[in-house]
């Protein structure tokens, strides 16, 4: 490999000299000196040199084979793992889509059972709704609380005790949603 980089440079050599002394040698001298120079250099290199610079060249081309089958080994191995994590990404988003769904439909059907308690509440007498409401959850009282006319309410917190009253005016009051 070095011989004929050797080569290369003796000839690359002989055009520069050949086009900075144009004057004192023809374009065919300089092409002879060059082919003979040429010929000196191959001369030089044994057919030995030859087949282990084959050889060379050989090997070389065995491992770039051998990287590419590699390469495309892993190429292929990354398109599973993307298949791979695709279908995971969409199982995934088909479980969170059906949760979902679930909570919606959870949400709408206590809705409805909220909903159907404050019509039962809105019908009772005031005290009545009072002590049903004293002894019921606190969220619950709340929120059912919330949906009734404001009439209502104000008879229902006389009604109560004190300091039940109070609590659940309280957590009206700093009701959030």
Do not use: P
């Amino acid at each position: 490999m070095q011989k004929i980089i050797i080569i290369f440079l003796i000839l690359c050599s002989y055009k520069l000299y050949g086009q900075d002394k144009k004057s004192s040698c023809t374009q065919a001298e300089l092409d002879q000196q060059v082919n003979r120079q040429v010929k000196k250099s191959l001369d030089k290199l044994s057919a030995r040199n030859i087949v282990s610079f084959s050889r060379e060249l050989l090997d070389k081309e065995k491992e770039i084979k051998l990287s590419e089958l590699e390469i495309e080994k892993q190429r292929q191995l990354l398109d599973l793992s993307i298949k791979d994590f695709n279908k995971r990404v969409q199982d995934f988003q088909t479980k969170q889509n059906s949760l979902l769904g679930c909570i919606e439909k959870q949400d709408k059907d206590r809705n409805a059972r909220v909903k159907h308690l404050v019509d039962a509440i809105a019908a009772m007498k005031a005290d009545r709704a009072a002590q049903i409401l004293s002894v019921q959850d606190e969220r619950v009282a709340i929120e059912m609380l919330s949906r009734l006319e404001a009439t209502k309410i104000s008879k229902i917190f006389n009604l109560m005790d004190k300091e039940v009253s109070a609590r659940l005016q309280k957590q009206y009051l700093n009701m959030t949603k």
